[in-house]
């Protein structure tokens, strides 16, 4: 669980600069699933309190 949770870290990482440096007709693809992906491991790592603690 500890490299979900640091995967879900790495991907909060991601910003809108760095999903315009690759072609633009994939953009809105790559950012639908990172977003995805994010809100997966979320709900994942929140049944497993003592590894995710959101801040939010």
């Known amino acids: 669980m500890e490299n979900l949770l640091q995967l879900l870290t790495d991907l ?3 910003s809108l600069a760095d999903i315009s ?4 007709d994939s953009q809105h693809i790559i950012a639908e699933n990172l977003e995805q992906l994010q809100d997966d491991l979320r709900a994942l790592l929140q049944d497993q309190p003592s590894v995710y603690s959101p801040s939010t």
């Open 12 to 14: 909060e990482c991601i």
């Open 21 to 24: 440096e690759i072609p633009e």
